[in-house]
């Protein structure tokens, strides 16, 4: 069974979330702060994590930037905030995909499986290796090497890069990334830029000025060849 770990300070939302996943076959475990979660995650680790950002002592912000220094476990924002500014953030700060109070079940146990999938996708075997000028990804292996460095990817920075790589020399709008690489036939396309701006981070020499993954204005993104 998929474990998940429900990380909330309000007792009533906690509760509602762990009864309505647990009914729809995970495994919860709960924390009410992000101190309690963190320990959770490191002792029983979770296949994903819910995330409130507004939590007492460590906020979701910095729990969140706690959880991706540890692995790469997907990490779903579950918050009442829903302004450009926090969501950036938060994504900024290694999330991979948020859920806006209040919650409609069905939509979050689909992304959750949306996020098992690419997990699974990740790891499984695909397309051979490609280098892309000085960038060589290897899916296979779950493997980035920049001029002969590996790149610490989370997976979904990984899946992203590898669908660029795919059609490199090519432009991919938004919206076919968040279909092939986040499954969602619609959703916010902020999760593209937000990563798009976290793999040029890791990726390019100067990030401000990106000459691997470049954006097309008014197109998309592409990998450069």
Do not use: N
Not at 101 to 108: T, Y
Not at 143 to 156: D, K
């Amino acid at each position: 069974m998929v474990a998940v770990l429900v990380i909330e300070d309000d007792d009533r939302i906690r509760l509602s979330l762990t009864l309505a996943l647990e009914d729809e076959g995970y495994t919860v475990s709960a924390a009410a702060t992000a101190e309690e979660g963190l320990v959770r995650q490191r002792r029983e680790p979770a296949d994903t994590v819910l995330v409130d950002l507004m939590l007492p002592g460590i906020d979701g912000f910095e729990c969140i930037r706690e959880l991706r220094r540890a692995d790469d476990v997907p990490i779903v924002v579950v918050s009442a905030r829903d302004d450009t500014h926090d969501i950036v953030a938060a994504l900024e700060a290694g999330a991979d995909d948020y859920v806006v109070k209040p919650i409609a079940v069905k939509e979050l146990t689909a992304r959750l499986r949306a996020l098992r999938r690419r997990a699974r996708a990740a790891t499984a075997a695909g397309p051979r290796t490609s280098v892309v000028g000085d960038l060589e990804i290897r899916p296979q292996a779950g493997e980035v090497l920049l001029r002969g460095s590996q790149l610490a990817l989370t997976r979904t920075e990984f899946r992203l890069l590898c669908e660029l790589a795919e059609h490199a020399g090519q432009v991919l709008s938004r919206q076919q990334l968040l279909e092939r690489v986040w499954e969602y036939d619609f959703g916010d396309e902020r999760l593209v830029d937000v990563h798009i701006g976290r793999l040029r981070q890791k990726v390019e020499d100067d990030p401000g000025t990106p000459a691997r993954l470049v954006t097309v204005r008014g197109l998309g993104y592409k990998l450069q060849r």
